[in-house]
Each structure stands twice: as structure tokens, then as C-alpha cells.
């Protein structure tokens, strides 16, 4: 079992930067990719962006290329997504996610975060 908590949501203006973090319990973090979604209000859940195991590899939808970045601190059970040059669209609640690899992530995540607002102002 692994369970997610994430931090570091808010509000901020467009243009700005956030710093989300996702901590894990459990020993086995390293052997799960890692990934954030998002849910804006009325839409559907859309993936953001992964990193598997190692760290390794990354994959970014182009909504978020270029402005987005992942990464993961698996001595801390922690994976992390900067993002920066914020657009009202960002706005979301942002969910954790933990699979196997990125690929079953992609499809469908075995474990979830609660989630956390992001809100970006024009």
C-alpha cells in the first residue's frame, strides 16, 4: 500500500511559479513511476506529466512543455513538479499518482493522491 499526500498549492498570478510536492509512505517508492494529473472545474482528468523509476525519463503533454518539470527524490519518498509561467488555464486541482511504469500510469494509476488546488489569476 503507498499513500500520497501532496503540498504546496495556492493561489498565484499569471506568469508566476509553484513547487507541488508529493510525499510517499512505504519503503517501496522507488519501484513506482510517478505523475501528476490535473481536473479543472467541469473537465475531465488529464494527465501532466511522469517520471518513471530511475528518474530516467519523463513524458510532458505539450500543454505543459517547456513549463512544467518533474522530478523525484527517492532517498526523501518525494516527487516534485515545478511549474512556471502559470496561465489561467493551469487552474486545477492537481493529483499525485503512483503505477508500475509510466505507461500503466498513463492508463490508469494504482494509487492517488487527495489532490490539491492550483489557482492561477489573470
Known amino acids: 500500500q503507498v499513500q500520497l499526500v501532496e503540498s504546496g498549492g495556492g493561489l498565484v498570478q499569471a506568469g508566476g511559479s509553484l513547487r507541488l510536492s508529493c510525499a510517499a509512505s512505504?519503503?517501496?517508492?522507488?519501484?513506482?513511476?510517478m505523475g501528476w494529473f490535473r481536473r479543472a472545474s467541469g473537465k475531465e482528468r488529464e494527465f501532466v506529466v511522469a517520471?518513471?523509476?530511475?528518474?530516467?525519463?519523463?513524458g510532458y503533454p505539450d500543454s505543459v512543455k517547456g513549463r512544467f518539470t518533474i522530478d523525484r527524490d527517492n532517498a526523501k519518498n518525494t516527487v516534485y513538479l515545478q511549474m512556471n509561467s502559470l496561465k489561467p488555464e493551469d487552474t486545477a486541482v492537481y493529483f499525485c499518482?503512483?503505477?508500475?511504469?509510466?505507461?500503466?500510469?498513463?492508463?490508469?494509476?494504482?494509487?492517488w493522491g487527495q489532490g490539491i488546488q492550483v489557482t492561477v489569476s489573470s
Open positions: 512505504g519503503r517501496t517508492f522507488s519501484t513506482y513511476a
Open positions: 499518482a503512483a503505477a508500475p511504469t509510466i505507461t500503466t500510469l498513463i492508463r490508469g494509476p494504482e494509487y
Open positions: 517520471i518513471s523509476r530511475s528518474g530516467g525519463s519523463t
